[in-house]
């Protein structure tokens, strides 16, 4: 006869069923029989299947956050950065979708209309014709003009765009549908570097429902009258500039190997005094404008000397100039990290500044608790930033925690003038980097 042997335990959180932990509740104590579990009355043993609670339908967290553009966005590659790059200007070019089949050749003369909605204007317009109109959704804004003379297409434009409503023709039932929305297609640049720009300016205007087609260069979209204007009004300015700017970044947690905080003046002796062009105090924190010779390299070798150095993030942004764009720690983050609700967000522009050519940038730190600091830096092409003093303490949540208070955040931020010019002024049609002397002539240009 097998020998009970029962075990009475404090027990906070138990429900072991197949090997799972389960809920709290009053449960029965678990007896072990001959070494074999039982959990009320389930037997418990190596060959068990675990029995999981059932999950809400939600996309799982890596799924969401899956995304195509993410390699591109996450890597820098540091031995082959170009401080100037010259591309040709390509035609973004912005097609609406269902747009349906052609209005019957028609001539429309002498139409008034005053006060009346979408519908009923295209009603009045079309009495006499065996063509209806359908609202597939109500389309309330009302509308009052005259079309003197005209094709029936371009009357029917007028009138929906008036209204801010979309028409597409029918031809096979003999209906015009009215809608709120519509859908496009965007064909986009060749050059990623301006894709990029593109699509963070229009997530910057809160455009969110974006298709990406990176095989053949396009973007679908889908929004009301007012995304559209959005829309045409950030492709006409991209289009319209001549330059653009990136910024390539890494960025570090540095725990210093002592109790004592890193010694920064040290960097002044470590680099020379030459190199360190400007230090421009924030809330939080502090930018150093350096010159060239401070590079992601030499400046882990600095740090290493006093603690221990590690990439946390990295990754590259771009705007067009004088527009505004941000970078998310935590989507190319390394790992889950106490930063990774940090986002880097800048506004800049290239061209004069008091007689000279500079990049004026406004760099500012923010997390969901708002603004951690910002800093103004104008700098030259082929300058450098370097953020620190910004506290690892200000990302903890925790009234304590294991980081030291002396762990910091350290942002290197390199960046990038981007030239576009006429496709005949580049040889072959191709990007072209610039160095050296001919790097010297485009900045004096």
């Known amino acids: 006869m097998m020998k009970l042997k029962k075990i009475f335990r404090q027990i906070l ?7 799972a932990v389960g809920a709290c509740a009053d449960k029965k104590p678990v007896q072990i029989i001959d070494n074999i579990t039982v959990v009320d009355d389930l037997v418990i043993n190596e060959n068990s299947v675990p029995i999981f609670p059932k999950k809400a339908a939600l996309t799982t967290d890596t799924a969401r956050r899956f995304a195509i553009d993410l390699p591109k966005r996450c890597t820098v590659d540091w031995n082959n950065q170009n401080v100037v790059t010259v591309v040709p200007e390509e035609k973004i070019e912005v097609v609406r979708l269902e747009v349906g089949d052609e209005l019957p050749d028609l001539q429309v003369s002498d139409y ?4 009346q909605t979408v519908k009923q204007a295209l009603d009045k ?21 005259t079309i003197t003379q005209g094709q029936l297409t371009d009357a029917v434009e007028l009138i929906a765009k008036m209204g801010r409503a979309y028409y597409s023709y029918d031809a096979v039932h003999g209906e015009i549908h009215l809608k709120h929305r519509a859908k496009w297609l965007i064909k986009m640049p060749k050059n990623e570097t301006i894709i990029m720009a593109l699509l963070d300016a229009m997530r910057g205007a809160n455009i969110r429902n974006l298709l990406v087609n990176w095989e053949d260069k396009t973007l679908i979209f889908e929004g009301n009258y007012q995304m559209e204007r959005e829309v045409a009004k950030i492709i006409s300015d991209i289009s319209s500039k001549k330059y653009m700017l990136a910024w390539d970044m890494d960025i570090y947690r540095v725990y210093p190997r002592t109790d004592n905080p890193i010694i920064w003046m040290d960097m002044l002796p470590a680099f020379g005094e030459n190199n360190i062009k400007m230090s421009i105090p924030g809330v939080v924190g502090r930018a150093l404008v350096v010159g060239p010779e401070v590079n992601t390299k030499t400046l882990q070798e600095f740090l290493s000397r006093q603690a221990n150095v590690v990439l946390i993030s990295q990754g590259q942004f771009s705007i067009p100039n004088g527009w505004q764009s941000r970078f998310d720690i935590g989507q190319c983050g390394k790992e889950e990290r106490l930063e990774t609700d940090l986002v880097i967000g800048a506004q800049a522009k290239y061209g004069d500044f008091a007689g000279q050519k500079k990049i004026d940038a406004k760099i500012v730190l923010r997390t969901s608790q708002g603004e951690l600091s910002s800093f103004n830096i104008p700098s030259s092409v082929g300058d450098n930033y370097v953020i620190i003093g910004i506290p690892t303490h200000s990302f903890v949540t925790t009234p304590e925690t294991l980081v030291s208070p002396f762990a910091e955040l350290v942002v290197f931020m390199s960046p990038r003038v981007i030239s576009i010019v006429e496709p005949n002024k580049i040889p072959d049609n191709s990007m072209t980097e610039l160095a050296g002397d001919a790097l010297r002539d485009f900045l004096n240009d």
């Not at 959180?13 to 090997?19: E, F, M, P, S, Y």
């Not at 109500?138 to 003009?145: L, P, Y």
């Open 112 to 115: 008034n209309f005053k006060q």
């Open 13 to 19: 959180c138990l429900g072991i069923v197949a090997g």
């Open 125 to 145: 317009l079309l009495d006499g014709t065996d063509i209806s109109v359908v609202e597939d959704g109500e389309i309330i804004d009302k509308v009052s003009g």
